[in-house]
Protein backbone atom coordinates (compact mmCIF):
# COMPACT_ATOMS: atom_id res chain seq x y z
CA UNK A 1 0.00 0.00 0.00
CA UNK A 2 1.41 3.21 -1.23
CA UNK A 3 1.90 6.16 1.43
CA UNK A 4 2.51 9.68 1.07
CA UNK A 5 3.78 10.65 3.54
CA UNK A 6 7.21 11.37 2.73
CA UNK A 7 7.49 13.93 5.79
CA UNK A 8 8.28 10.84 7.83
CA UNK A 9 9.72 8.35 5.24
CA UNK A 10 12.53 10.83 4.70
CA UNK A 11 13.29 10.13 8.96
CA UNK A 12 13.17 6.54 8.45
CA UNK A 13 16.87 6.03 8.13
CA UNK A 14 17.85 7.75 11.40
CA UNK A 15 14.51 6.08 13.40
CA UNK A 16 16.81 2.55 12.15
CA UNK A 17 19.98 4.40 13.47
CA UNK A 18 18.64 5.47 16.79
CA UNK A 19 19.54 9.32 15.55
CA UNK A 20 15.96 10.37 15.31
CA UNK A 21 14.57 13.40 17.53
CA UNK A 22 12.09 12.22 20.06
CA UNK A 23 9.50 14.12 18.59
CA UNK A 24 10.49 12.29 14.95
CA UNK A 25 10.54 9.14 16.60
CA UNK A 26 7.22 9.63 18.71
CA UNK A 27 5.16 10.54 15.27
CA UNK A 28 6.79 7.68 12.86
CA UNK A 29 5.72 5.04 15.88
CA UNK A 30 1.93 6.90 16.19
CA UNK A 31 1.86 6.41 12.65
CA UNK A 32 3.45 3.11 12.14
CA UNK A 33 0.22 1.44 14.34
CA UNK A 34 -2.34 2.24 11.45
CA UNK A 35 -0.30 2.09 8.19
CA UNK A 36 1.29 -1.48 6.61
CA UNK A 37 2.96 0.20 3.70
CA UNK A 38 5.35 2.25 5.94
CA UNK A 39 5.53 -0.53 8.32
CA UNK A 40 6.75 -3.19 5.31
CA UNK A 41 9.37 -0.17 3.99
CA UNK A 42 10.84 0.12 7.39
CA UNK A 43 11.36 -3.61 7.51
CA UNK A 44 12.74 -3.23 3.76
CA UNK A 45 14.99 -0.68 5.14
CA UNK A 46 16.17 -2.87 8.04
CA UNK A 47 16.94 -5.83 5.79
CA UNK A 48 19.11 -3.71 3.32
CA UNK A 49 21.01 -1.88 6.00
CA UNK A 50 21.63 -5.94 7.93
CA UNK A 51 23.00 -7.15 4.77
CA UNK A 52 25.17 -3.70 3.87
CA UNK A 53 26.46 -4.22 7.01
CA UNK A 54 27.36 -8.20 6.58
CA UNK A 55 29.56 -7.23 3.62
CA UNK A 56 33.50 -6.79 3.45
CA UNK A 57 34.85 -3.70 3.64
CA UNK A 58 37.04 -3.01 0.73
CA UNK A 59 39.27 -0.68 0.72
CA UNK A 60 39.56 2.18 -1.70
CA UNK A 61 42.20 3.31 -4.02
CA UNK A 62 44.22 6.17 -3.27
CA UNK A 63 42.63 10.06 -4.41
CA UNK A 64 45.72 10.51 -6.49
CA UNK A 65 46.18 6.75 -8.42
CA UNK A 66 42.26 7.43 -9.18
CA UNK A 67 42.52 10.23 -10.67
CA UNK A 68 45.62 9.61 -12.49
CA UNK A 69 43.08 7.00 -14.42
CA UNK A 70 40.57 9.33 -15.13
CA UNK A 71 41.20 10.96 -18.80
CA UNK A 72 40.99 14.45 -18.78
CA UNK A 73 37.75 16.16 -19.96
CA UNK A 74 37.80 18.29 -22.85
CA UNK A 75 35.94 21.36 -23.21
CA UNK A 76 32.66 20.91 -24.43
CA UNK A 77 32.83 24.00 -27.72
CA UNK A 78 29.43 25.72 -27.52
CA UNK A 79 27.31 25.27 -30.78
CA UNK A 80 27.16 27.98 -32.81
CA UNK A 81 24.19 28.94 -35.03
CA UNK A 82 25.89 28.87 -38.93
CA UNK A 83 25.76 32.58 -40.16
CA UNK A 84 23.55 31.28 -42.83
CA UNK A 85 20.70 30.37 -40.35
CA UNK A 86 21.25 33.38 -38.53
CA UNK A 87 20.44 35.63 -41.59
CA UNK A 88 17.57 33.38 -42.84
CA UNK A 89 15.94 33.75 -39.40
CA UNK A 90 16.88 37.34 -39.12
CA UNK A 91 15.00 37.98 -42.91
CA UNK A 92 12.10 35.95 -41.32
CA UNK A 93 11.88 37.74 -38.24
CA UNK A 94 11.64 41.38 -40.58
CA UNK A 95 9.36 39.57 -42.93
CA UNK A 96 6.95 38.48 -40.64
CA UNK A 97 7.17 41.76 -38.52
CA UNK A 98 6.30 43.96 -41.86
CA UNK A 99 3.56 41.60 -42.63
CA UNK A 100 2.15 41.99 -39.02
CA UNK A 101 2.49 45.98 -39.83
CA UNK A 102 0.89 46.01 -43.01
CA UNK A 103 -1.79 43.75 -41.84
CA UNK A 104 -2.94 46.38 -38.76
CA UNK A 105 -2.77 48.97 -41.35
CA UNK A 106 -5.01 47.31 -44.14
CA UNK A 107 -7.41 46.49 -41.37
CA UNK A 108 -7.38 49.86 -39.83
CA UNK A 109 -7.86 51.50 -42.65
CA UNK A 110 -10.35 49.20 -44.43
CA UNK A 111 -12.33 49.68 -40.84
CA UNK A 112 -12.08 53.86 -41.05
CA UNK A 113 -13.21 53.61 -44.48
CA UNK A 114 -16.23 51.48 -43.60
CA UNK A 115 -17.08 53.33 -40.54
CA UNK A 116 -20.54 56.06 -40.19
CA UNK A 117 -19.14 59.24 -41.13
CA UNK A 118 -19.69 61.33 -38.00
CA UNK A 119 -19.58 65.68 -38.74
CA UNK A 120 -19.83 66.35 -35.08
CA UNK A 121 -16.29 66.87 -34.66
CA UNK A 122 -15.90 69.29 -37.75
CA UNK A 123 -16.00 73.25 -37.81
CA UNK A 124 -16.66 75.27 -40.75
CA UNK A 125 -13.84 77.88 -42.31
CA UNK A 126 -13.08 79.42 -44.93
CA UNK A 127 -10.33 78.96 -47.68
CA UNK A 128 -8.83 82.24 -46.62
CA UNK A 129 -8.90 80.91 -42.95
CA UNK A 130 -7.54 77.27 -42.91
CA UNK A 131 -3.78 78.71 -42.85
CA UNK A 132 -4.56 80.14 -39.87
CA UNK A 133 -6.78 77.73 -37.78
CA UNK A 134 -5.75 75.12 -35.27
CA UNK A 135 -8.46 72.43 -35.36
CA UNK A 136 -7.68 70.23 -38.20
CA UNK A 137 -11.12 68.85 -38.71
CA UNK A 138 -12.51 71.60 -41.23
CA UNK A 139 -15.74 71.91 -43.36
CA UNK A 140 -14.36 74.50 -46.22
CA UNK A 141 -16.52 75.50 -49.22
CA UNK A 142 -15.15 77.16 -52.75
CA UNK A 143 -14.76 76.99 -56.07
CA UNK A 144 -13.68 74.03 -58.05
CA UNK A 145 -10.38 74.91 -60.11
CA UNK A 146 -7.86 72.95 -62.64
CA UNK A 147 -4.61 72.16 -61.21
CA UNK A 148 -2.61 73.41 -64.20
CA UNK A 149 1.35 73.99 -64.29
CA UNK A 150 2.96 72.71 -61.01
CA UNK A 151 -0.88 71.62 -59.26
CA UNK A 152 -1.12 68.59 -61.69
CA UNK A 153 -0.70 65.70 -59.24
CA UNK A 154 -3.49 63.36 -60.92
CA UNK A 155 -6.71 62.62 -60.96
CA UNK A 156 -7.41 62.69 -57.18
CA UNK A 157 -6.17 66.10 -56.72
CA UNK A 158 -8.25 69.17 -57.08
CA UNK A 159 -7.79 72.62 -56.19
CA UNK A 160 -10.80 74.73 -54.28
CA UNK A 161 -10.83 78.81 -54.45
CA UNK A 162 -12.30 80.69 -51.85
CA UNK A 163 -15.03 82.52 -53.57
CA UNK A 164 -14.46 85.92 -52.51
CA UNK A 165 -10.75 86.17 -53.00
CA UNK A 166 -8.95 84.58 -56.08
CA UNK A 167 -5.78 84.58 -54.51
CA UNK A 168 -7.02 82.28 -51.56
CA UNK A 169 -6.65 78.49 -51.90
CA UNK A 170 -6.44 74.79 -50.45
CA UNK A 171 -5.08 71.53 -52.69
CA UNK A 172 -7.90 68.96 -51.89
CA UNK A 173 -6.65 65.15 -52.37
CA UNK A 174 -9.70 62.23 -52.62
CA UNK A 175 -7.16 58.74 -51.29
CA UNK A 176 -7.23 55.84 -53.73
CA UNK A 177 -10.24 53.56 -53.33
CA UNK A 178 -12.51 55.71 -52.11
CA UNK A 179 -16.07 55.85 -54.19
CA UNK A 180 -15.50 59.99 -54.27
CA UNK A 181 -14.85 61.58 -57.42
CA UNK A 182 -12.87 65.19 -58.33
CA UNK A 183 -15.98 67.25 -59.05
CA UNK A 184 -16.09 69.29 -62.29
CA UNK A 185 -13.99 72.76 -63.07
CA UNK A 186 -16.02 75.47 -61.55
CA UNK A 187 -18.48 73.78 -59.26
CA UNK A 188 -19.25 75.21 -55.83
CA UNK A 189 -18.52 72.28 -53.52
CA UNK A 190 -18.25 71.82 -49.84
CA UNK A 191 -15.45 69.83 -48.44
CA UNK A 192 -15.03 67.77 -45.28
CA UNK A 193 -11.87 66.48 -44.71
CA UNK A 194 -8.37 67.06 -42.32
CA UNK A 195 -6.20 70.51 -43.06
CA UNK A 196 -2.30 70.55 -43.42
CA UNK A 197 0.51 71.78 -44.78
CA UNK A 198 2.14 70.33 -47.34
CA UNK A 199 5.76 71.78 -47.30
CA UNK A 200 7.64 69.67 -49.65
CA UNK A 201 9.42 71.79 -52.61
CA UNK A 202 7.16 71.60 -55.32
CA UNK A 203 4.05 72.48 -52.94
CA UNK A 204 4.20 74.75 -50.21
CA UNK A 205 0.32 74.88 -50.09
CA UNK A 206 -2.26 74.18 -47.44
CA UNK A 207 -4.39 71.25 -48.15
CA UNK A 208 -7.88 68.93 -46.93
CA UNK A 209 -5.76 65.56 -47.19
CA UNK A 210 -8.03 63.11 -46.71
CA UNK A 211 -11.09 64.59 -48.25
CA UNK A 212 -13.87 62.55 -46.08
CA UNK A 213 -16.68 63.83 -47.31
CA UNK A 214 -18.02 66.11 -50.20
CA UNK A 215 -21.02 67.91 -51.32
CA UNK A 216 -21.60 69.90 -54.64
CA UNK A 217 -23.56 73.12 -53.74
CA UNK A 218 -23.85 74.16 -57.50
Not at 181 to 208: C, M, Q, T
Amino acid sequence: MFCPRIDLHRHFPQYLDGAAAPRSVERIERHLLDCSGCRARLVRLREAKRLLGALPAADAPPFDRLMARTPARHPRRPWIMPRMVTHFAADALVAVALFAIFTLLYTHTASARTRPFDAASFRPVSVAQVAATEDPHVIVSGVVSQLDGDFREGSHRFRLVDPNDGRSFVVCEILDGDPLSPPKPGSLVRVWGVSRYDASPNHRWFEIHPVLKMEVVR
